[in-house]
C-alpha cells in the first residue's frame, strides 16, 4: 500500500518536472518570425477551425461593465453601489473594468513604454532571460506549458514581485534602464487595489472584509507582460489560448488595440473587450471561483492578435501561498460545496495545469479518430 503510494506521488511529481519551458533561439523569437518579409504563419501556430477566432480583435463589445471606485473608501453609499456592481459582473462574466482606481496615469504609461521596449530590444537581450532548465522567472514564447499541440503567436516576460523576500532580482528584466523600479512601484500599487477589490468581494460575499486576503494567508503576485507581436494571418491563429487565471484575481492592463476575448458559454460565443485608456480589466481566477462557492464566474478567456499592430497587455495575477486551503468560505443551506474536499493551493493548481496540457493533446487525438472513421 505505502509503495502503491509512492509511486503515484512519484509519477504526479514526474508529470509537473516535465512542465517545463522550451529551450529558444533568435531564429524562433515570434518577433523575428513577424519582421520576416511576405511572412505566412507557420504551421505551428495554425489552430483548428473551432478554435480560431470568430469576432474581430477591435469589434468591442460594451458588456462588460466598467465601475468606478471614487467614493470607495470615504462613502458608504457610493461602496454599496460599488459592491452591488462587482457582484454582479462576478455572477455574470467574472470580468469587470475598474477608473478612478487610484494608480497613477504616469506610473501606467512609464509600465507601458518600458515593457513595450523591452520587446523591441535584440533577441540575445532577451534570450539572456530564457527560462528552459526549470528557472524561475524570465522570457518565454508562447505558453509556460510544454508540448502543447498548437503554439500561441506571443512572447512574455514573466516574474515574481511578491513575497518581497523571496523576489530573485536576477530573473527581472534589467533593461530598458529604469524598468525594475518602476516595476517595484507597479507591483505596490497593483498589490494594494488588489486588497481593495478583495475587500468588497468579501463583504459582497456577507463575509468579513478580510475573509478572502486571509483565505491567500499571505497574498503572492507575479507579473506576465505579454507582446502580440503583428501576425501576417491572425484568423488563423490565437495570441494566448482560452484559459482561466489560476489566483484569486487578476489584474489586466492592455493598450488601446483591443484583443482580450471573454465567453461564458464555454468558447461557443465570444465578445472582445474594450480597451479604456487607464483602466485595469479585473478577471476572477480559479481560487476565487472556488472560495464563492462558484457563485463567482472564473473568467474564460483568450488574446486574438491581428495584421494592422503588436498589442501589450500586463497581467498581475493575484494568488495565496502554496499550501493556502481552498475550500468554499460561504455554503448556503441546502447547497453544495463546488470541491469534494479542502485541498492545498498548489495541488489545484497542478491539477489544472495537467488538464490544460491533456486536454488538447487528447482532442487532438480524438478529432484524428473521427477524421480516420469518415
Ligand atoms: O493579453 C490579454 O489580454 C490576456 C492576458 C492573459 O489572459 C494572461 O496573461 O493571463
Ligand atoms: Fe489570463
Not at 495565496?320 to 468554499?328: E, F
Not at 496540457?357 to 472513421?373: G, R, T
Request: charged share 25%.
Amino acid at each position: 500500500m505505502i509503495h502503491k503510494r509512492k509511486k503515484t506521488q512519484k509519477s504526479f511529481q514526474n508529470k509537473i518536472r516535465n512542465i517545463i519551458y522550451m529551450a529558444l533561439d533568435a531564429s524562433t523569437l515570434i518577433t523575428t518570425l513577424a519582421g520576416e518579409e511576405n511572412a505566412t504563419l507557420d504551421s505551428r501556430f495554425i489552430r483548428d477551425e473551432d478554435e480560431r477566432p470568430n469576432v474581430a480583435y477591435n469589434q468591442f463589445s460594451d458588456e462588460i461593465p466598467i465601475i468606478s471606485l471614487k467614493g470607495l473608501l470615504d462613502d458608504d453609499d457610493k461602496r454599496a453601489e460599488i459592491c452591488n456592481k462587482m457582484v454582479e459582473a462576478c455572477e455574470d462574466w467574472g470580468v469587470f473594468q475598474v477608473v478612478h482606481h487610484g494608480v497613477d496615469d504616469k506610473l501606467i504609461s512609464d509600465m507601458t513604454d518600458l515593457a513595450t521596449a523591452f520587446f523591441h530590444l535584440p533577441p540575445e537581450e532577451k534570450l539572456r532571460f530564457e527560462m528552459s532548465g526549470g528557472k524561475k522567472g524570465g522570457f518565454f514564447m508562447s505558453s509556460h506549458l510544454q508540448g502543447q499541440p498548437v503554439q500561441n503567436w506571443r512572447e512574455v516576460m514573466g516574474y515574481f514581485t511578491y513575497p518581497i523576500e523571496a523576489r530573485d532580482y536576477s530573473r527581472w528584466p534589467d533593461k530598458p534602464e529604469g524598468w525594475r523600479d518602476v516595476t517595484e512601484i507597479y507591483s505596490e500599487k497593483l498589490m494594494e487595489l488588489a486588497y481593495k477589490l478583495l475587500e468588497v468581494l468579501s463583504e459582497a460575499m456577507g463575509l468579513e472584509k478580510d475573509a478572502f486576503a486571509k483565505a491567500c494567508v499571505n497574498m503572492e503576485q507575479r507579473l506576465i507582460v505579454n507582446f502580440y507581436p503583428k501576425c501576417p494571418q491572425p484568423d488563423l491563429t490565437l495570441g494566448l489560448n482560452r484559459h482561466t487565471d489560476p489566483g484569486i484575481i487578476s489584474v489586466l492592463l492592455q493598450d488601446q488595440v483591443g484583443g482580450l476575448q471573454v465567453t461564458r458559454d464555454g468558447g461557443k460565443t465570444w465578445i472582445t473587450v474594450q480597451p479604456i485608456q487607464g483602466a485595469f480589466v479585473v478577471n476572477l481566477g480559479d481560487h476565487g471561483h472556488y472560495l464563492s462557492n462558484g457563485r463567482f464566474k472564473n473568467a474564460d478567456h483568450r488574446a486574438v492578435v491581428n495584421s494592422n499592430s503588436s498589442r501589450l497587455s500586463i497581467a498581475t495575477l493575484q494568488y495565496p501561498v502554496a499550501q493556502a486551503v481552498v475550500y468554499p468560505l460561504p455554503i448556503q443551506e441546502g447547497e453544495k460545496a463546488v470541491l469534494d474536499e479542502p485541498i492545498t493551493f498548489s495541488k489545484m493548481y497542478m491539477k489544472t495545469m495537467i488538464k490544460e496540457i491533456e486536454l488538447p493533446k487528447l482532442n487532438k487525438l480524438a478529432k484524428e479518430q473521427d477524421s480516420l472513421k469518415l
